[in-house]
């Protein structure tokens, strides 16, 4: 990577952190993938996201390419329970890929959730985005 081109990321990365409030205590972003690229078997024992997993819940019932990625074990113990697909990230050690999961996962300031979902399921990422926003106003959410 160019000086350059480092210099327009870290300028874009800093425009966008402008724009989340400092009172925001929750952060949720939208994903999609393509089937079989990325789903909750990209963070399984042999993978190498392993490193990145405090805890890992793979439901039989769900397509495993519509996932949870949450830095909060209470948002995690939520959706275990509802029995969602759900990493719980270990940021501590997570690669700083410059993903904001792992800034705020690293900052403790907001909880981040992020609602992976296979393109083409917009039914599935909008009941997985109702179950969240069910979980978040029921619970006073921390890291």
Known sequence: MTSAAL????AFAAFILQKIPNSATT???LHNNKDGEYSIKTYRTKSSYAKDVLK???SKKNDPDNFFIVTSNKIF????KARYNVVLQNSKISKDDGSLSVYYGRRKKIVY?????????LQEQLRMLKSLSGFLQKIKVSR
């Open 7 to 10: 210099s327009s990321v870290k």
């Open 27 to 29: 952060l949720i972003s």
């Open 56 to 58: 890992i819940y793979s």
């Open 77 to 80: 113990a939520k959706l275990k």
């Open 113 to 121: 959730v992020n609602v992976e979902a296979q393109q083409g399921s």
